[in-house]
């Protein structure tokens, strides 16, 4: 685990991957959009909570892309409400919305279409990116939202990971549209010791 | 002008499809899994379909599949994300005339659809 943590190319994969979602996301909404990572980090499983950028009361919209292939895993964005709203309202431009919820939630039918979308774009981006590094094809599942609050969000995925993997890989990142500046987390949680086991020579 | 036929489980890609193609073509169905894109290629026989892959159910190449079965002539373009290669080799070889990569912009989906036309 020690010599995954040591890579430099943590780093750069998140510069790598987040160019490429900027580059995704200016053409679908046809504004420049950056993408910035804050911060790159390898954290144990059972520690997710006290990486990201919320707190254990906090409400988020969380969506899950689960991938396969030679490196199983999944990935997480996770949403403030307001942020995941503000987003959908940008990528709706021109679109109707009846504004119809099933159940009375923060983001309409629609709303939630389009953060799905937007999160696939960006999960897309993520897992490209390992697997360009890693000269392997990966398989997306399409993505899957929940609303809830984020220790709940998280520890669904985490008792998926935990299976195969201790660790995870968390970057915080900002994306600025415009004059918004919206914020989300992205887990990409993939079976580390199969990363290693690639880099090392397989 | 030409009738399409969107196929997706996005609600949103397929509003956004329809803002895109609107003024030049008519959309004359829509479904949002591959099980009800087959039956509704039956009612609507379009012209061209845009077809995702990633779908519940029945994927978009099943779908193909089985589309292209009773209709050879069909001209079905497949709607990926990046990093779905194999997927789109698999969607060729299942009958699709072309593909569009997500995330979409205007002219690239309208010039696909020009180009099997």
């Given at each position: 685990?020690?010599?995954?943590?040591?890579?430099?190319?943590?780093?750069?994969?998140?510069?790598?991957?987040?160019?490429?979602?900027?580059?995704?996301?200016?053409?679908?909404?046809?504004?420049?959009?950056?993408?910035?990572?804050?911060?790159?980090?390898?954290?144990?499983?059972?520690?997710?909570?006290?990486?990201?950028?919320?707190?254990?009361?906090?409400?988020?919209?969380?969506?899950?892309?689960?991938?396969?292939?030679?490196?199983?895993?999944?990935?997480?964005?996770?949403?403030?409400?307001?942020?995941?709203?503000?987003?959908?309202?940008?990528?709706?431009?021109?679109?109707?919305?009846?504004?119809?919820?099933?159940?009375?939630?923060?983001?309409?039918?629609?709303?939630?279409?389009?953060?799905?979308?937007?999160?696939?774009?960006?999960?897309?981006?993520?897992?490209?990116?390992?697997?360009?590094?890693?000269?392997?094809?990966?398989?997306?599942?399409p993505p899957a939202l929940v609303h809830d609050f984020v220790p709940a969000i998280v520890e669904q995925i985490m008792t998926d990971i935990a299976q195969k993997s201790a660790y995870t890989i968390a970057f915080n990142t900002r994306l600025l549209v415009t004059d918004m500046n919206i914020g989300l987390d992205i887990l990409v949680l993939p079976d580390v010791t199969a990363i290693e086991r690639l880099r090392s020579g397989r | 002008m030409a009738n399409i036929m969107l196929v997706d489980d996005s609600k949103f890609m397929r509003e956004l499809l329809k803002k895109f193609l609107s003024t030049k073509h008519t959309i004359v169905g829509e479904a949002d899994d591959g099980t009800v894109a087959v039956e509704k290629y039956e009612e609507c026989k379009p012209d061209v379909v845009l077809m995702d892959i990633v779908m519940p159910h029945m994927d978009g190449i099943a779908a193909t599949r089985q589309i292209m079965r009773s209709h050879p002539d069909a001209k079905i373009i497949m709607c990926t994300s990046v990093g779905q290669e194999k997927k789109v080799k698999a969607a060729i070889e299942a009958g699709a005339v072309g593909y569009i990569t997500k995330p979409f912009q205007g002219p690239n989906v309208l010039k696909e659809i020009e180009s099997v036309l």
């Amino acid at each position: 685990m020690l010599a995954l943590g040591k890579l430099v190319w943590l780093n750069e994969m998140g510069k790598k991957a987040s160019e490429m979602v900027a580059a995704s996301l200016s053409g679908m909404v046809g504004m420049d959009v950056t993408m910035e990572v804050a911060s790159a980090a390898i954290v144990a499983v059972n520690e997710i909570l006290n990486v990201v950028e919320f707190g254990p009361e906090d409400v988020a919209v969380g969506v899950y892309v689960g991938f396969e292939g030679e490196i199983g895993g999944s990935a997480l964005c996770l949403y403030r409400p307001e942020d995941g709203k503000a987003f959908a309202g940008i990528l709706l431009a021109g679109i109707e919305d009846d504004h119809s919820s099933s159940d009375g939630k923060i983001l309409s039918d629609m709303e939630e279409s389009a953060l799905l979308e937007l999160s696939n774009v960006i999960t897309s981006g993520f897992i490209d990116a390992w697997a360009d590094e890693l000269k392997l094809a990966l398989t997306q599942h399409p993505p899957a939202l929940v609303h809830d609050f984020v220790p709940a969000i998280v520890e669904q995925i985490m008792t998926d990971i935990a299976q195969k993997s201790a660790y995870t890989i968390a970057f915080n990142t900002r994306l600025l549209v415009t004059d918004m500046n919206i914020g989300l987390d992205i887990l990409v949680l993939p079976d580390v010791t199969a990363i290693e086991r690639l880099r090392s020579g397989r | 002008m030409a009738n399409i036929m969107l196929v997706d489980d996005s609600k949103f890609m397929r509003e956004l499809l329809k803002k895109f193609l609107s003024t030049k073509h008519t959309i004359v169905g829509e479904a949002d899994d591959g099980t009800v894109a087959v039956e509704k290629y039956e009612e609507c026989k379009p012209d061209v379909v845009l077809m995702d892959i990633v779908m519940p159910h029945m994927d978009g190449i099943a779908a193909t599949r089985q589309i292209m079965r009773s209709h050879p002539d069909a001209k079905i373009i497949m709607c990926t994300s990046v990093g779905q290669e194999k997927k789109v080799k698999a969607a060729i070889e299942a009958g699709a005339v072309g593909y569009i990569t997500k995330p979409f912009q205007g002219p690239n989906v309208l010039k696909e659809i020009e180009s099997v036309l």
